[in-house]
């Protein structure tokens, strides 16, 4: 009996024993949970615009007198030429898209009497905004600028430029030599257009 009790006795202590080290387990257990700490990232988009590369890159009228006729010598009907700036954009909005053209002019050499040595011609984009920018070249002038764009929001597009109404500020033979003209395209901000990331 007495032996009976002991080993009772016994077996109790050791299951309190055992509850104290299950709850001393779980205790440490829960005071090492998860903590957690914030940390931000700052990041910045500047405005930007691009143009697409031109495809063409230029345009090669080749001849442009007519070579019979009644008209020898003078200006040929020149057909519509277009150049495609593919995936032009600006990500901000109010962004301007405005035209600068000089007229297709003799690069060396004296105009002589009787003989014309320039070629004007007008330039139009109309996919960016509201209304097309366009602009007409003069040969008063080594450039023009003309109608600017605007568009109200950001937009990326394929833009079209469109080079047509070639026609000689008098209507006299065409002196012989190489004619060379350049058109500027500038996409950026309304006021100025001089921030441009193109």
Excluded: K
């Amino acid at each position: 009996m007495i032996q009976h009790r002991t080993r009772f006795v016994g077996l109790a202590a050791t299951a309190l024993a055992f509850a104290a080290s299950a709850a001393a387990t779980g205790a440490l257990a829960q005071g090492q949970g998860p903590v957690q700490g914030n940390v931000g990232l700052d990041a910045q988009v500047s405005r930007l615009c691009a143009l697409g590369a031109p495809t063409p890159a230029g345009l090669t009228l080749g001849q442009i007198s007519e070579g019979s006729g009644t008209r020898v010598g003078r200006l040929a009907t020149i057909a519509s030429q277009a150049i495609t700036l593919p995936d032009s954009f600006c990500n901000y909005a109010g962004a301007a898209l405005a035209i600068a053209a000089s007229p297709l002019a003799l690069t060396s050499g004296t105009t002589q009497t009787g003989f014309v040595g320039s070629v004007n011609y007008t330039c139009t984009i109309s996919a960016w905004g509201a209304t097309a920018a366009t602009v007409r070249t003069s040969a008063s002038s080594s450039s023009g600028s003309g109608v600017s764009s605007t568009n109200a929001a950001p937009r990326e597009t394929d833009l079209v430029l469109v080079v047509s109404d070639f026609a000689a500020a008098t209507d006299d033979l065409l002196q012989p030599g190489a004619y060379l003209a350049l058109v500027t395209i500038t996409l950026g901000p309304d006021a100025g257009l001089t921030a441009s990331g193109s």
